[in-house]
């Protein structure tokens, strides 16, 4: 069935027992797994267990038999396609006509036609719920900020939500992570409140990592090694400077993310940017094709998570390390070099 926006938080932080398949789709790719991510919370902060969808494609029979299946470990589990696309039509039928199921199934997809037979499944069964995102704009972003600001127990003014919403460039993904290390930081929960001011955002804010800290990131993804490690030399200021350097190459990797899996799907690295018209910058076309050719989807899942640990260790540390953040960055870059 089709997801009514008033009716969505509950359907997320509540969902229904009889619901088996959930499916977000539309522009905001970067809002559909941002809700995707709070369905997982709902489901009482249920496992991601990845299934790849050309799997499902050559044994449809597979979903609902995994879907069916215990989890090994107990506790909740849901199964997550990423990205969907009409190759899995076969399979969630055959989850929705199963007996049974222990897990939910969650895809996230891109755009889809109104003659999609992936959406018209997920809108007229009673056992799936569908969900269309658009890209935020005014007072939308300025609400999404809010509600993503309380999840995390941090208090804003408007101005300051105005400034994240710009520094995310109406990326709900990209807002919900800065929100949540803003909240580390200050050590803001729901139980204890905490006021986000501008001077927290001026010293930690994504839109304050730009220049050689945005540069450093790229260089290790595109595997430029010798260029890197110049850089590094340069860097100094220890764990200061780290933050901005790990704001920008999270950016990165968020945009490389949808990027990647369109050129998995059969699309070419030229295509994928020239695409992208006036949204790249020219002069970063040819390093951002160098890092799509190396960086498979997996890969890039990869290096976010290990980046995301590392930051969480140095904002919690009183003595941040420089070297904490070279070996990880050299890490990267070996990785961009193989092909």
């Known amino acids: 069935m089709k997801a009514v926006k008033s009716s969505l938080s509950g359907a997320l932080d509540r969902p229904a027992a009889n619901i088996r398949f959930y499916l977000f789709y539309g522009p905001d790719e970067a809002g559909s797994r941002a809700f995707a991510m709070r369905l997982l919370?709902?489901?009482?902060?249920?496992?991601?267990?990845v299934v790849v969808g050309?799997?499902?494609?050559?044994?449809?029979?597979?979903?609902?038999?995994?879907?069916?299946?215990?989890?090994?470990?107990?506790?909740?589990?849901?199964?997550?396609?990423?990205?969907?696309?009409?190759?899995?039509?076969?399979?969630v039928s055959a989850l929705?006509?199963?007996?049974?199921?222990?897990?939910?199934?969650?895809?996230?997809?891109?755009?889809?036609?109104?003659?999609?037979g992936l959406l018209k499944l997920a809108e007229s069964h009673p056992a799936a719920l569908a969900h269309c995102s658009y890209v935020p704009e005014g007072r939308d972003?300025?609400?999404?900020?809010?509600?993503?600001?309380?999840?995390?127990?941090?208090?804003?003014s408007p101005?300051?939500?105005?400034?994240?919403?710009?520094?995310?460039?109406?990326?709900?993904?990209i807002a919900a992570s800065e929100l949540e290390k803003f909240a580390i930081y200050l050590g803001a929960s729901m139980a204890t409140p905490r006021d986000l001011d501008r001077g927290t955002l001026d010293l930690l804010s994504a839109d304050a990592a730009e220049g050689d800290l945005l540069r450093l990131g790229d260089l290790a993804l595109a595997g430029q090694m010798k260029l890197l490690l110049e850089v590094l030399e340069r860097l100094r200021g220890g764990g200061n400077d780290?933050?901005?350097?790990?704001?920008?190459?999270?950016?990165?990797?968020?945009?490389?993310?949808?990027?990647?899996?369109?050129?998995?799907?059969?699309e070419s690295v030229d295509g994928v940017l020239t695409s992208m018209g006036k949204a790249l910058f020219w002069r970063d076309k040819d390093t951002v094709g160098r890092m799509l050719a190396g960086w498979s989807s997996d890969r890039i899942s990869t290096a976010f998570a290990r980046v995301a640990v590392l930051e969480r260790q140095l904002m919690l540390s009183k003595t941040p390390e420089e070297a904490s953040l070279a070996e990880t960055?050299?890490?990267?870059?070996?990785?961009?070099?193989?092909r």
């Open 41 to 49: 919370k709902g489901l009482g902060n249920a496992e991601k267990f």
């Open 96 to 116: 929705l006509a199963a007996a049974a199921s222990e897990s939910a199934v969650i895809a996230v997809a891109g755009a889809l036609r109104k003659t999609s």
């Open 141 to 156: 972003m300025d609400r999404v900020i809010a509600e993503l600001a309380h999840e995390v127990g941090l208090r804003l």
């Open 242 to 266: 780290a933050i901005p350097v790990i704001r920008a190459l999270q950016r990165r990797l968020l945009m490389l993310a949808p990027l990647r899996a369109r050129v998995e799907r059969g």
């Open 159 to 173: 101005d300051v939500s105005q400034r994240l919403a710009a520094a995310a460039n109406s990326n709900q993904a």
């Open 54 to 91: 050309t799997a499902v494609k050559n044994d449809p029979a597979s979903l609902a038999d995994e879907a069916g299946a215990l989890a090994l470990f107990g506790g909740a589990r849901a199964l997550w396609i990423e990205p969907a696309s009409e190759e899995i039509v076969e399979g």
């Open 329 to 338: 960055i050299i890490t990267l870059a070996r990785v961009g070099q193989r």
